[in-house]
């Protein structure tokens, strides 16, 4: 597993900082991000499966879809309302399936739904928050290499030479 690895590391690492050092707070921050987009490859794995799981009928269909409105209805975030007034307009279920992920109680990022929320930027941003946390910055010893002097292009280097 992937996580306890890279939380040991961090915490190896971390030992050798005082705790009000800058590069300890990074080394947390690192802990933290990774976290977060280790849960977002978790979800994309598991809705992967469902995709792979058996069609649902149209009565479950319907009854996800209420619940989702349930849900929605309960929400005290700002993009609730704008949810739920386009699953009202939204009055003929016939035409989704297992396939679409609204049916599952999806909202995708991209889904036309989430496109009209733009017009709110609170409430887009808001939805949008978990995707920008997911987001891990590039370590800087790395984003400030030359192409040249990266460890990949040096390797693939050395192996041609030998090759030749």
């Known amino acids: 597993?992937?996580?306890?690895?890279?939380?040991?590391?961090?915490?190896?690492?971390k030992g050798g900082y005082d705790k009000n050092s800058e590069k300890y707070q990074k080394l947390d921050e690192i802990s933290l991000k990774f976290d977060n987009a280790y849960e977002?490859?978790?979800s994309l794995r598991n809705i992967r499966k469902s995709k792979q799981e058996d069609e649902l009928t149209p009565n479950e269909i319907e009854t996800n879809l209420r619940?989702?409105?349930?849900?929605?209805?309960?929400?005290?975030?700002?993009?609730?309302?704008?949810?739920?007034?386009?699953?009202?307009?939204?009055?003929?279920?016939?035409?989704?399936?297992?396939?679409?992920p609204l049916?599952?109680?999806?909202?995708?990022?991209?889904?036309?739904?989430?496109?009209?929320?733009?017009?709110?930027?609170?409430?887009?941003?808001?939805?949008?928050?978990p995707v920008e946390r997911m987001?891990?910055?590039?370590?800087?010893?790395?984003?400030?290499?030359?192409?040249?002097?990266s460890t990949c292009s040096m390797g693939s280097n050395a192996r041609s030479d030998k090759n030749s």
């Open 1 to 13: 597993n992937l996580r306890p690895a890279v939380h040991q590391a961090v915490t190896e690492l």
């Open 40 to 42: 977002g490859v978790c």
């Open 67 to 100: 619940s989702l409105k349930t849900n929605l209805a309960s929400s005290k975030a700002p993009y609730a309302q704008h949810f739920r007034k386009y699953l009202k307009k939204k009055k003929n279920t016939s035409n989704l399936s297992w396939k679409v």
């Open 103 to 129: 049916a599952s109680q999806v909202i995708c990022a991209d889904s036309e739904m989430v496109k009209l929320l733009e017009e709110d930027v609170e409430a887009y941003n808001f939805f949008m928050d």
């Open 135 to 149: 987001k891990v910055a590039t370590p800087p010893k790395l984003s400030n290499r030359e192409p040249e002097s």
